[in-house]
């Protein structure tokens, strides 16, 4: 535990200006960002006595070991760097809203010169309008399949639709009449634009003008005796009006805004955000968040505010914003709002009428989330601690291991040899410091071993001493080590960026996958190192002993113990990790050619002289002169390819493991092929 005023800044240093500030901890790993109208005096709160300070804000200060600032020319340009500043550092101080699921989202994809329906969910894509998010992707797949009817626009994937060109034969939904197949020409390319553009405008809100225009052509229809075209336009009336009325009207005057609302207590707080479009909920999202920092209501709301417009822009961001309290800087917030629209953004509490009682739902369905949150979370927090403690007390650790690093080797008969490595951090899995290694048989500049076969001691040092190489290297770097204490560090890192590297942070624990001799390569790795405040142990799949490094009886822990349970949790988690990545390099290694050596052959020749002889076996017969006929390929090139085909022998036929399938060489590629047969 670091004291303030070790750190604290000289009197008259910090700026009185506005800006954004960086706590760091030992590890110079960003623990804190905020940001201030006057840094001056908002820093100085922060190095006030202990006894003052908000219970939250002190574990923060007395945790940080430094403290950084970065001055700015406005309040607006403050909001906008906090918010990429926790985007990019993920400070564990400061209050980010957990997502429980990716919501779907209905998305058309107007930048393809066909636009496209379909279901999306992840990160937005430029060029692409979203509605929503919805609650359930079947959700979206009823409203789509109500109003293909009226807009029958194309909802087919690239390959179903090349495919369809190719063939000259639409797929089902264009014979049935909810796509307008623009795969075979019935319609243009800006006829299918059109489409696509008054779909948007609908799903927008912008129905009542469409739908009073349908009216007016049913009627005119009727008049003239087209009764089958009135008729279908009937249909297309009450197949828009079956896909509004699941969402019901909330706000009668068709306002566009988002309702935001939060229920919170002491230690956690709940977001929920209605979505209302042309006076209709068109979606529904919500977060859940510990409080982390000392945060008031407004506080939670100006940070969910970030996080629901931090990626958005245009009508992405509504006209207007209801909340239950008002941002300290709520011009700045309203501002940045503003800009990111391009029009003004009015930010406001909701006093009465519909939009007051709108709210007070909003409020409820917040109340709830917390609630069911709170019971969902209370076992499992409950399990995690105890699972933690009890390993603490079996491997007669100082204290519970909060960060857990495991190792695991994975290789088919001694080919591809990779390992993995998975972070837990109270007890759950950190994902975005999962790491991958290929196995090179070499540690720093020393030739330790061929990376052949299946030595998987070797290779579990190999790797050890790679992750703690980089850690050392790191905090060489910071000055809190140098290579006299403990040998010489062989990387040479990048130049300080503001961003802890990859490794800079070390565990409490590291598990291996593996018994004694695993156990005892990783901690002669650390020996070697000179790092002696990281435990090791390992788990044996045999009889889930744990192995300790100098001991010759294993650490038995009772089945039904929550601590074995996590200790298998984690070690299968490393385990299904290196699977992946050695079966992709695998696939990778297999789909290899011949033809991938020649210099400055690209794909698509390598697709015209597969085409053309039809497999790398019989190119590899052809004379020049025959390669030379194939369009594009010159004489050079041709003797090239001749010698890249001749230097690579043919392989002996590969076998699929899990198939017995013979697996032979067509199209530049090894493909599998049952009882050695050829393939199309």
């Known amino acids: 535990m670091a004291d303030p005023s070790s750190y604290r800044p000289k009197p008259g240093q910090i700026p009185d200006s506005p800006g954004v500030y960086k706590f760091r901890d030992e590890h110079r790993r960003v623990i804190y960002v905020g940001k201030a109208k006057s840094l001056r005096q908002r820093l100085a709160n922060y190095f006030q006595d202990l006894a003052g300070l908000h219970p939250r804000t002190r574990t923060m200060v007395t945790t940080a070991a430094s403290v950084e600032w970065t001055v700015v020319a406005t309040e607006v340009e403050a909001l906008q760097l906090e918010y990429s500043w926790i985007k990019e550092f993920d400070p564990r101080f400061n209050v980010k809203y957990r997502d429980d699921k990716s919501y779907p989202y209905l998305a058309v994809t107007m930048s393809e010169e066909f636009p496209r329906v379909q279901v999306m969910r992840g990160a937005k894509k430029k060029g692409v309008r979203y509605f929503g998010p919805y609650g359930h992707a079947w959700a ?13 626009v194309r909802t087919c994937s690239t390959g179903v639709f090349k495919n369809a060109a190719r063939t000259g034969r639409p797929c089902l939904l264009g014979y049935i009449g909810k796509c307008s197949a623009p795969c075979v020409g019935r319609v243009t390319a800006e006829e299918h634009r059109e489409l696509a553009e008054d779909f948007c405008d609908f799903m927008a809100g912008r129905t009542g003008t469409y739908i ?22 009937r249909d297309d009336i009450e197949a828009l009006r079956r896909a509004l009325e699941k969402n ?5 005057d068709a306002t566009d805004a988002d309702l935001i609302a939060v229920a919170e207590d002491e230690l956690e707080a709940a977001v929920q955000i209605f979505h209302v ?12 968040t510990d409080k982390v920092e000392a945060v008031d209501t407004a506080g939670l709301v100006e940070h969910a505010l970030q996080q629901l417009y931090g990626e958005e822009s245009g009508d992405a961001v509504p006209k207007e914003v209801l909340v239950p309290a008002l941002p300290e800087d709520l011009a700045a917030v309203t501002q940045w709002l503003s800009d990111r629209r391009g029009s003004a953004v009015s930010l406001r509490i909701p006093q009465r009428g519909d939009k007051k009682d709108l709210m007070a739902t909003v409020g409820r369905n917040a109340q709830q989330a917390l609630v069911l949150h709170k019971t969902k979370r209370a076992s499992d927090l409950t399990t995690r601690s105890r699972a933690l403690e009890e390993i603490a007390e079996a491997l007669d650790l100082d204290s519970a291991p909060l960060r857990i690093e495991c190792f695991d080797i994975s290789h088919l008969q001694g080919e591809d040899v990779v390992a993995s490595m998975v972070v ?24 330790v071993w061929h990376g052949e076969g299946q030595d998987d001691v070797r290779s579990m040092h190999e790797v050890i001493s790679r992750r703690f190489r980089r850690y050392l290297a790191e905090k060489e770097k910071t000055g809190e080590w140098t290579a006299e204490d403990g040998g010489e560090v062989a990387l040479t890192a ?9 490794f800079a942070y070390p565990p409490q624990l590291v598990l291996v996958d593996g018994g004694q001799p ?18 090791v142990c390992g788990i044996a799949k045999r009889m889930e002993e744990i192995w300790l490094p100098g001991e010759d009886d294993p650490v038995v822990l009772p089945r039904s113990s929550e601590g ?10 490393a385990h299904d990790f290196a699977i992946r990545y050695q079966r992709s390099k695998r696939t990778k290694r297999l789909r290899t050619s011949p033809l991938d050596a020649v210099p400055g052959l690209g794909e698509t020749r390598k697709q015209a002289l597969i085409k053309h002889f039809g497999s790398v076996k019989r190119l590899r017969q052809a004379t020049i002169e025959q390669i030379c006929e194939v369009p594009g390929m010159g004489r050079k090139t041709a003797e090239s390819v001749v010698v890249a085909l001749a230097q690579a022998a043919p392989a002996a036929p590969a076998v699929n493991m899990a198939t017995g399938e013979i697996m032979e060489e067509n199209d530049g590629a090894v493909v599998a092929t049952e009882d050695g047969g050829s393939t199309e």
């Open 277 to 288: 479009r042309g006076g209709r909920v068109r979606g529904q999202r919500g977060w859940v």
């Open 212 to 233: 009073r225009r349908l009216e007016k052509d049913m009627t005119a229809a009727a008049e003239e005796m087209e009764y089958e075209r009135a008729a279908r336009l």
């Open 564 to 573: 074995l349970y996590l200790i298998q949790r984690v070690r299968d988690t």
């Open 518 to 535: 695993q156990v005892a390569a990783a901690q002669r790795a650390l020996d070697e190192l000179g790092i002696d405040d990281v435990a």
């Open 424 to 447: 837990f951090e109270d007890g759950l899995p950190r994902k975005s410091e999962y790491r991958r290694f290929q196995i090179k048989g070499r540690v720093g500049d020393t030739q």
């Open 140 to 152: 979206i797949r009823e409203t789509v399949d109500l109003m293909l009817r009226v807009f029958p």
């Open 248 to 252: 019901a009207v909330v706000l009668a």
């Open 494 to 502: 990048a130049e300080e960026n503001g961003r802890p590297k990859k």
